[in-house]
């Protein structure tokens, strides 16, 4: 049954939704809103477009907004804000809700839309809660590509993301996310490895990580992306989504050891750590994660194309540069597991590649010894064996792991222990 929230704040969708209290819920009887009657973010902007102006209003009838909520109060982050995704038919995230726009004010300003004066009481519908909602994972360059020519159209804008292979610049005036003691909203800057990548972090000085000391490891980091006018920003949700453990660009791993050039054993619970990346080709609800199950406590990293059934995915995970020019005989080995029947994880590498889609670099098929044979009962650990890698002695070789799923089969793999070493 739906709940009806009975305050009477005001929301702003970006889309953004902004309110100024919470109260508790009543349950009216359940009511639908027709195919005819709903709209999708989608067809707001292309709305807007057409008329030529910036700002709507809706009125002269039902139109009704389904979407899920992406973002809250709850960090303090976000003030009089939360960000809601597209959905299929609230106000924490993860809730479902439904919009009735009716007067309610479409607006574009400074490259962004939202909408302005909804009064929660009589316009908001929570449908569930709960739900789970997945980061997309992308790259610097998807997200600094809007920047070029500005405009409320960009597909990531509201978006949730996580980037991996990130880390924070120094800032020695301001050491922390943003300034706790003068309540100061502060800018701080992410880079990745890859010179002149940078990207702006916006945080609240009310939030409640504000006083935290920037991290100096580099990772992942999950926020949602916004943008003013060319500047494009993220705001992190929680704290708890910055995972910067590994070494910084350029720096060598703490447990580097002679004739050892690449060593990821995931036991920092990151997938990112260490300038690694994870890019969705198809399907970004698929994605690499890390993991423990009964058979080991140790974590590792998994993937698994089956989200309520079968489906369509393509999905790599790729290395940082690894300088293997001066090696003698450079081999590759890893660990993996797999369980049910799909296609085989392929192994690439390439000296060519530099970021964002792998697609458009030229990569090699390695083809060593992993499990090919899932087994039907549990996930069984085999050896790759050494993986010769003579033919890519480079100062920019990377390895990739290439996971592909069907509607027919999703198989579900793990992965871990992955060394590059002089044999």
């Not at 060593?263 to 080709?281: E, L, Q, V």
């Amino acid at each position: 049954m739906e709940k009806t929230i009975i305050n009477s704040a005001k929301f702003l969708l970006l889309i953004w939704v902004v309110y100024s209290c919470k109260k508790e819920y009543d349950y009216p009887p359940l009511k639908e809103a027709n195919d005819g009657a709903q709209i999708s973010i989608q067809k707001l902007k292309t709305r807007l477009n057409a008329l030529g102006t910036s700002s709507f209003k809706f009125k002269g009838g039902d139109t009704n907004l389904y979407c899920t909520v992406i973002s809250d109060e709850l960090s303090g982050n976000f003030y009089e804000q939360i960000f809601v995704k597209e959905e299929s038919g609230g106000l924490y995230s993860g809730d479902k809700i439904r919009i009735n726009l009716n007067n309610i004010y479409l607006v574009s300003a400074n490259s962004m839309i939202y909408l302005d004066s909804v009064d929660v009481a009589k316009s908001v519908v929570k449908l569930s809660s709960g739900n789970t909602v997945t980061p997309k994972i992308v790259s610097m360059d998807e997200i600094l590509s809007y920047s070029v020519s500005p405009t409320h159209s960009a597909s990531l804008q509201s978006h949730l993301v996580q980037i991996s292979g990130a880390e924070f610049k120094t800032n020695t005036l301001v050491p922390t996310f943003a300034d706790a003691v003068g309540k100061t909203t502060i800018n701080q800057t992410i880079t990745v490895c890859e010179a002149g990548k940078t990207l702006t972090v916006r945080t609240s000085g009310r939030s409640n990580f504000a006083g935290k000391l920037l991290p100096k490891g580099n990772g992942s980091i999950v926020g949602i992306i916004s943008q003013y006018n060319t500047t494009m920003q993220l705001t992190l949700r929680d704290y708890s989504e910055v995972k910067m453990e590994g070494p910084s660009c350029g720096a060598p791993t703490t447990t580097q050891v002679p004739g050892v050039f690449l060593n990821k054993d995931f036991n920092d619970n990151s997938i990112g750590s260490g300038g690694w990346t994870a890019y969705s080709i198809t399907n970004s609800s698929v994605t690499w994660l890390t993991g423990t199950s009964s058979l080991t406590t140790s974590p590792y990293a998994r993937i698994s194309g089956y989200l309520s059934g079968n489906t369509n995915s393509e999905n790599w995970l790729i290395s940082p540069a690894i300088n293997i020019s001066d090696a003698k005989d450079p081999v590759l080995s890893f660990k993996s597991a797999a369980k049910f029947s799909g296609s085989v994880l392929e192994v690439f590498a390439s000296t060519n590649y530099t970021s964002g889609n792998p697609t458009i670099a030229v990569w090699t098929s390695l083809s060593p010894n992993y499990a090919l044979s899932p087994s039907s009962s549990d996930y069984l650990w085999t050896s790759s064996g050494y993986v010769a890698l003579l033919a890519y002695k480079n100062a920019e070789t990377r390895i990739a792991f290439k996971y592909k799923s069907t509607t027919s089969g999703a198989t579900s793999y793990e992965l871990d222990d992955i060394v590059v070493k002089e044999r």
